[in-house]
């Protein structure tokens, strides 16, 4: 069974502050999905890392793909309030694996 | 245009109804799957449907029935639910089945009373 480790499991921010998530595994990956959900919506992709070393920039948020496709981080750069949600790392392998999620709250 | 719809949006009913979750894409995705959601928690797995036939069941109570009449659509018939059941469901299909990307729906909001 894939695990992916996801942490922390909550973050709580002012606005304008940096923050880093993180998703680590004892297993390879065909690829890693990150996505964002807000309370009563589904689950929206953000990126989707394939390549050992990768870095993939969406304005302020950098997602970065470990060089053996075992772990990834998300950074988020001078955050704010709409960044507020549940941010969910999943990795491909047959079945989507999820990790158990992180709750940002960035505070005005 | 990479849209899952589902509806209804929200949902509540009773122990002994019968009610049904609906799922579209338009996108040529032949692999649709089934997830339940808890509050602050990752989706869990129920089904997934590769060209139309199941082709993994999570272990799911047999109260919950999936149907996928077509490649477009899929439904999930829910009868006798228990209080417990009550949670976001949520649609999402890819390419093909184990396809990286799933894309998907906003979800279902169900209450069982």
């Not at chain 1, 302020?60 to 060089?67: S, V």
């Not at chain 2, 929200?10 to 979750?21: A, D, P, R």
């Amino acid at each position: 069974t894939q695990l992916l480790e996801q942490s922390p499991q909550f973050l709580s921010i002012q606005e304008g502050e940096n923050l880093t998530v993180y998703c680590n595994s004892s297993s390879v990956f065909s690829s890693l999905q990150w996505y964002r959900q807000e309370p009563g919506e589904g689950p929206v992709l953000l990126v989707t890392v394939v390549t050992g070393g990768e870095v993939k920039k969406l304005k302020r948020l950098t997602f970065q793909f470990g060089d053996a496709r075992k772990d990834s981080s998300l950074h988020i750069t001078a955050a704010q309030p709409g960044d507020t949600g549940l941010y969910l790392c999943a990795g491909s392998g047959g079945k989507l694996t999820f990790g158990q999620g992180t709750i940002l709250t960035v505070h005005p | 245009d990479t849209e899952v719809t589902q509806t209804p949006k929200h949902l509540v009913m009773g122990m002994t109804n019968k009610k049904s979750l609906k799922c579209e894409q338009h996108m040529g995705h032949r692999a649709m799957y089934w997830y339940k959601q808890k509050a602050k928690k990752p989706p869990e797995l129920m089904f997934v449907y590769s060209y139309e036939k199941l082709s993994i069941n999570e272990s799911v109570p047999s109260r919950f029935s999936p149907e996928c009449p077509n490649s477009s659509l899929l439904n999930l018939h829910l009868h006798a639910l228990q209080p417990e059941d009550s949670a976001l469901y949520l649609c999402a299909s890819s390419l093909r089945q184990g396809q990286d990307i799933q894309y998907f729906g906003a979800g279902t909001r169900l209450s069982v009373l």
